[in-house]
């Protein structure tokens, strides 16, 4: 049961599940999946992960996947907008296409040409930030379709891993770091 009190880091912590060796051995995966199940839990972080950027954006993007639960509860909360930045090939019309790198490889993000007009101001929400290359591809893309990128939302940082420093010049925003 919340407390009136609850911080955000206390409410993830309550309501998140660490999964041990997930993905891989040695790894702890925090699953968010219970915060998104919670309706206090969605409507805190949804709240708290815009509210530095309130009056600063048009629309709210989402990365596959679970950042389009976050961009879509947040566009609605907002009364903006909501798009989606999709993996490579889920995408029916004429996209923009960003490359980045992965541990084991690349991989590749696309967004509709027309999902948004040139000088729109787009807030990017994710799940979680680590190493900066999904989150930044996504940046990349909406530059490239001449947008303004008012900022980027994530719920967890990784410490560590280099994220926030690949997003150098964008403002960042998490509301834990693990």
């Known amino acids: 049961m919340p407390k009136a009190s609850e ?64 961009a879509a509860a947040a566009a609605y909360a907002t009364g903006t907008g909501m798009v989606t930045v999709r993996k490579k090939g889920k995408l029916p019309r004429a996209v923009h296409s960003e490359d980045y790198s992965l541990e084991y490889g690349t991989a590749t993000l696309e967004l509709h040409r027309d999902d948004v007009a040139p000088g729109t101001r787009v807030l990017i929400l994710d799940d979680v930030l680590a190493t900066g290359g999904t989150v930044g591809s996504a940046v990349r893309l909406f530059e490239r379709a001449g947008c303004s990128v008012a900022g980027v939302g994530v719920v967890l940082e990784l410490s560590g891993l280099g994220g926030r420093e690949r997003l150098a010049g964008h403002r960042v925003h998490a509301l834990q770091q693990v």
């Open 7 to 70: 911080t955000v880091t206390e409410l993830l912590d309550r309501l998140s599940v660490v999964v041990p060796d997930y993905p891989q051995p040695g790894i702890s995966f925090k699953d968010l999946t219970p915060v998104f199940a919670d309706p206090t839990g969605l409507r805190r972080i949804v709240d708290e992960i815009v509210a530095p950027f309130a009056g600063d954006f048009d629309v709210v993007a989402g990365l596959e996947a679970r950042g389009f639960v976050l």
